[in-house]
């Protein structure tokens, strides 16, 4: 929704972090390929470390950008899961 406004609003409701939170999802992407491709034996809890990781960052993004967190931000890792499969 945000790309969309963002492409198609002039910009006008693009959140000031988002390119920040953007780059933050790629790079749990990257890190989540690199961890299910390995032969860790923690592979789940690696997963789980790293989602809670991006949430946080994300988290923290939202708040420097609007000037509170969101309610709910905690059920992001479920829409990151989400997006990741929906582009692969």
């Known amino acids: 929704m945000l790309n969309y406004l963002a492409e198609n609003c002039q910009e006008i409701y693009k959140l000031k972090e988002w390119d920040s939170i953007h780059s933050k999802v790629e790079k749990y992407e990257k890190k989540k ?3 299910e491709q390995s032969n860790s ?17 994300i988290n923290e993004g939202i708040k420097v950008s ?10 992001f890792h479920a829409t990151v899961e989400y997006n990741t499969q929906e582009k692969y």
Request: net charge negative; charged share 35%; proline share 3%.
């Open 33 to 35: 390929e690199i961890i």
């Open 41 to 57: 034996s923690t592979k789940e809890e690696e997963l789980t470390k790293a989602k809670s990781e991006v949430v946080k960052e």
């Open 66 to 75: 609007i000037g509170a967190g969101v309610p709910g931000i905690g059920e």
